[in-house]
Nanobody, 122 residues
Framework: QVQLVESGGGLVQAGGSLRLSCAASGGTVSSYTMAWFRQAPGKEREFVAFISMSGSSTRYADSVKGRFTISRDNAKNTVYLQMNSLKPEDTAVYYC???????????????WGQGTQVTVSS
């Protein structure tokens, strides 16, 4: 059973940056596709980015492409999301997730963290 714990959220002004971390225990992140999703109040959880097991492939939602970067350090069993040029519409709870599939779909992810709040003020 993989446990995921996110950290690094907070309050930032528009145009600022944050780096989220997702630390795994009870399993190795190198065995999974790792992803970030987000959920704003009153909205469904949506895909943000994923990275393949090896780290050689990534995919991003159009809304964050060019601003966010997902990376992984398998030696540290940790996945990161570097968020630059943040916008108020990026405000959400951000979740880390792990999947045996190469997927952008919420239902394909087996393990989830508890989430970390990101708030971007205008």
């Amino acid at each position: 059973q993989v446990q995921l714990v996110e950290s690094g959220g907070g309050l930032v002004q528009a145009g600022g940056s944050l780096r989220l971390s997702c630390a795994a225990s009870g399993g190795t992140v190198s065995s999974y596709t790792m992803a970030w999703f987000r959920q704003a109040p009153g909205k469904e959880r949506e895909f943000v980015a994923f990275i393949s097991m090896s780290g050689s492939s990534t995919r991003y939602a159009d809304s964050v492409k060019g601003r966010f970067t997902i990376s992984r350090d398998n030696a540290k069993n940790t996945v990161y999301l570097q968020m630059n040029s943040l916008k108020p519409e990026d405000t959400a709870v951000y979740y880390c997730a792990a999947s045996s599939y190469y997927s952008i779909y919420v239902t394909h992810y087996e393990y989830w963290g508890q989430g970390t709040q990101v708030t971007v003020s205008s």
